[in-house]
């Protein structure tokens, strides 16, 4: 089966779910922007500049059976079917605007981009639960779909992480609060400023260290100054040993937003994959999944993780004991599946 992978930024969960199908003898492609770690396991890559260039890679893959559509963004699925209207289209929701917003809240909730492409595709892969339900809500969406989690290939499980750090451990994407003021558009990316929570963690003598792929190295050190360490960005099978050193892997933040009650993020499954455990704040599907498992603890303050420190010992051992089976390469079948259901 032929299967072509389309994303803009292509991120880490593109490749989480390619290598296993590669390695599971899929002919996976891919069609990209940005060049990703890992592209030289695909059969074959293309990079694209322009929308004129995009149209022009999908025309040469005339002979795919199923075009799978990371987003975002999600107009990919419009290109597809305009050259292929009978190609079934995959859209792998990894974000969405309606998770990030309520109802009734100021700004973007429904994108065009979304609205169109999520109606427009055959099939749906999302990433939690809650983003499923609230995606086929409001979009009124009965295609077939899977829930498949961001976990982590096997491959990239930590078992020799050096110099221990300790502390707190938060690893993704951080926003400085006077850029998210600056720009209206990404507003709800406040659920990204981790600004009260840095403050709040050192306030009860908790180490807090952050790894973040962007490039305002100086910024970040003038805005945390003595509240975190910015520790920068890492390849990816790198950064999983250096998060490794920590004492406890972070989701979520100290204020509720919507955007983490729907989300199951990659970051969970790479504390557990550098074997760590977990602690949250205010991320409902997150702290079900953690609870569930017993591979982390669910608090409500600073000051509560600080008294249940301790609990980490037994969070660790869960974590050993459990990670394996949340390998990708046991759970990529859901997308096989799907795909089967397509073709």
Same mark, same amino acid.
């Given at each position: 089966?032929?299967?072509?992978?389309?994303?803009?930024?292509?991120?880490?969960?593109?490749?989480?779910?390619?290598?296993?199908?590669?390695?599971?003898?899929?002919? #996976?492609?891919?069609?990209?922007? $940005?060049?990703?770690?890992?592209?030289?396991?695909?059969?074959? =890559?293309?990079?694209? *500049?322009?929308?004129?260039? %995009?149209?022009?890679?999908?025309?040469?893959?005339?002979?795919?059976?199923?075009?799978?559509?990371?987003?975002?963004?999600?107009?990919?699925?419009? %290109?597809?079917?305009?050259?292929?209207?009978?190609?079934?289209?995959?859209?792998?929701?990894?974000?969405?605007?309606?998770?990030?917003?309520?109802?009734?809240?100021?700004?973007?909730?429904?994108?065009?981009?979304?609205?169109?492409?999520?109606?427009?595709?055959?099939?749906?892969?999302?990433?939690?639960?809650?983003?499923?339900?609230?995606?086929?809500?409001?979009?009124?969406?009965?295609?077939?779909?899977? #829930?498949?989690?961001?976990?982590?290939?096997?491959? *990239?499980?930590?078992?020799?992480?050096?110099?221990?750090?300790?502390?707190?451990?938060?690893?993704?994407?951080?926003?400085?609060?006077?850029?998210?003021? $600056?720009?209206?558009?990404?507003? *709800?990316?406040?659920?990204?400023?981790?600004?009260?929570?840095?403050?709040?963690?050192?306030?009860?003598?908790?180490?807090?260290?952050?790894?973040?792929?962007?490039?305002?190295?100086?910024?970040?050190?003038?805005?945390?100054?003595?509240?975190?360490?910015?520790?920068?960005?890492? #390849?990816?099978?790198?950064?999983?040993?250096?998060?490794?050193?920590?004492? &406890?892997?972070? =989701?979520?933040?100290?204020?509720?937003?919507?955007? &983490?009650?729907?989300?199951?993020?990659?970051?969970?499954?790479?504390?557990?994959?550098?074997?760590?455990?977990?602690? #949250? *704040?205010?991320?409902?599907?997150?702290?079900?999944?953690?609870?569930?498992?017993?591979?982390?603890?669910?608090? $409500?303050?600073?000051?509560?993780?600080?008294?249940? &420190?301790?609990?980490?010992?037994?969070?660790?051992?869960?974590?050993?004991?459990?990670?394996?089976?949340?390998?990708?390469?046991?759970?990529?079948?859901?997308?096989?599946?799907?795909?089967?259901?397509?073709?």
């Amino acid at each position: 089966m032929k299967i072509v992978k389309i994303a803009k930024h292509c991120c880490i969960r593109v490749q989480k779910e390619a290598l296993p199908l590669l390695a599971k003898g899929y002919d #996976v492609h891919l069609i990209t922007e $940005r060049i990703p770690r890992f592209g030289d396991y695909y059969k074959t =890559v293309m990079q694209y *500049f322009t929308p004129a260039q %995009m149209y022009q890679s999908i025309k040469a893959h005339s002979d795919a059976d199923i075009f799978h559509v990371h987003n975002e963004p999600s107009w990919f699925v419009t %290109m597809v079917k305009e050259l292929f209207p009978d190609k079934p289209v995959v859209l792998d929701v990894h974000d969405s605007l309606l998770g990030r917003l309520d109802a009734g809240c100021e700004g973007v909730r429904i994108s065009v981009d979304e609205r169109n492409n999520f109606v427009l595709a055959d099939a749906h892969v999302f990433v939690s639960e809650s983003l499923k339900r609230v995606c086929q809500k409001d979009f009124g969406l009965e295609q077939p779909s899977a #829930v498949l989690p961001s976990y982590v290939p096997a491959r *990239f499980y930590c078992f020799d992480a050096w110099r221990w750090l300790g502390g707190v451990v938060y690893e993704g994407r951080i926003d400085l609060p006077e850029k998210i003021e $600056r720009n209206a558009s990404v507003r *709800f990316f406040s659920y990204c400023d981790y600004t009260d929570m840095a403050e709040a963690l050192t306030n009860e003598g908790i180490g807090f260290y952050f790894y973040a792929g962007q490039k305002e190295n100086e910024d970040f050190q003038a805005h945390y100054g003595d509240t975190a360490t910015y520790k920068g960005g890492y #390849v990816f099978e790198d950064m999983i040993r250096r998060v490794a050193r920590h004492d &406890w892997g972070l =989701v979520g933040n100290i204020e509720n937003h919507p955007a &983490w009650n729907v989300a199951l993020p990659n970051k969970l499954f790479e504390y557990m994959a550098a074997g760590i455990p977990v602690v #949250v *704040f205010n991320a409902s599907e997150c702290a079900e999944f953690v609870k569930e498992h017993g591979v982390g603890i669910v608090v $409500r303050s600073v000051k509560e993780f600080k008294e249940r &420190w301790k609990e980490k010992r037994k969070c660790r051992e869960n974590v050993i004991k459990k990670r394996r089976q949340f390998a990708m390469e046991n759970h990529i079948s859901r997308v096989e599946d799907l795909y089967r259901e397509l073709v």
